[in-house]
């Protein structure tokens, strides 16, 4: 059986390497390499503006990963900027959320991670905290840097979410906004402290998100998942 290709969408940032200090479309490794190391072949998705790219490219993918990055432009769910949102980037939530409409037209399995499950509450028609530690009182998801939170998160029984990392687990964390509000989507997993940490689409379609991120972990457990419903997806696909 051929590896199921699973999209990776990509941040495009100023970066160097080697003599270049420029533009690129770039996305940490670990989250390639998990996906190599579950079985599916990862290919990355710049933002793209030309109309029709997102249809023409969920076409050609078994899967998806929306993954993390800046915040989501608070417009996108009718709120005022928080003076801690910042950094967000118009092009690359365009590109996500058309990348979402094709998905759930075609019944693509998803996983969102971090801000790809806030893109994803808000394409629900869903609104975010813009500050989670106004909301909770610490900043244990998002200790500064590029340092990881640890968290502890306790699943809801019966869920995906549940099947694929158990009851409870401790989690890498990295954001400092949350899911405030997801019409459609079940509650998965919560924080000690009430933040939600995982979402999920009732039914069939393997359709997650998670706050955390799964391609930090030794277990990579979501990612597998997805993989496996990829796996199942492909031989679905009309070409």
Do not use: K, N
Not at 3 to 24: H, K, M, N
Not at 26 to 50: F, H, N, R
Not at 182 to 201: C, F, I, Q
Not at 223 to 239: C, D, I, K, N
């Amino acid at each position: 059986m051929t590896a199921p290709l699973i999209g990776l969408t990509t941040y495009r940032e100023q970066a160097r390497w080697g003599v270049w200090d420029q533009r690129a479309d770039v996305l940490p490794t670990q989250y390639a390499a998990a996906v190599e190391a579950t079985g599916g072949v990862p290919v990355l998705l710049p933002p793209v503006e030309q109309v029709g790219a997102a249809d023409a490219v969920v076409r050609r993918l078994d899967g998806l990963v929306v993954s993390g990055g800046a915040d989501v432009d608070p417009g996108r769910y009718d709120a005022e900027a928080h003076p801690r949102t910042a950094g967000w980037r118009p092009d690359r939530d365009a590109w996500e959320l058309a990348l979402l409409d094709a998905a759930a037209a075609a019944g693509l399995p998803v996983l969102g991670v971090c801000r790809g499950m806030q893109l994803m509450a808000v394409h629900a028609g869903g609104a975010l905290d813009q500050h989670t530690p106004d909301v909770v009182g610490h900043e244990q998801h998002s200790p500064g840097g590029d340092a990881y939170g640890r968290v502890a998160v306790r699943t809801e029984p019966g869920t995906l979410v549940a099947g694929l990392v158990g009851e409870t687990l401790e989690v890498s964390c990295h954001h400092h906004q949350s899911v405030a509000t997801h019409p459609g989507w079940v509650a998965a997993a919560r924080a000690d402290d009430g933040t939600l940490e995982a979402m999920e689409v009732p039914g069939d379609r393997f359709c997650v998100a998670v706050q955390w991120h799964p391609e930090t972990a030794a277990d990579v457990g979501l990612l597998a998942g997805l993989v496996r419903a990829a796996a199942s997806y492909a031989p679905s696909r009309h070409f």
